[in-house]
């Protein structure tokens, strides 16, 4: 596997999480989560400057949910704001 991070550190880093508690493991696993899912918007906004941030969202959505159920949400938003 390729890294960008040096053999000490990994070996800090794998050291740290083997003492961790469950939670303190749950806890930085959403914590990751949610930084990704924010970067990924992020990107999908930066490549799409002129849509909303709901559009946004739906093709984030849409990239990990599908495009079928991205269009049924837009569909169910246009009926709802009618």
Not at 26 to 51: G, T
Not at 63 to 68: M, V
């Amino acid at each position: 596997m390729i890294s960008d991070t040096h053999p000490d550190a990994e070996r800090v880093m794998i050291e740290l999480l083997r003492k961790a508690t469950v939670s303190e493991r749950v806890w930085r696993a959403f914590s990751m989560s949610a930084m990704v899912k924010d970067l990924s918007m992020r990107a999908i906004a930066k490549a799409n400057p002129e849509d909303s941030e709901q559009e946004v969202k739906l093709k984030w959505a849409e990239l990990h949910y599908g495009k079928d159920l991205a269009d049924r949400v837009r569909e169910y938003i246009r009926n709802r704001q009618s």
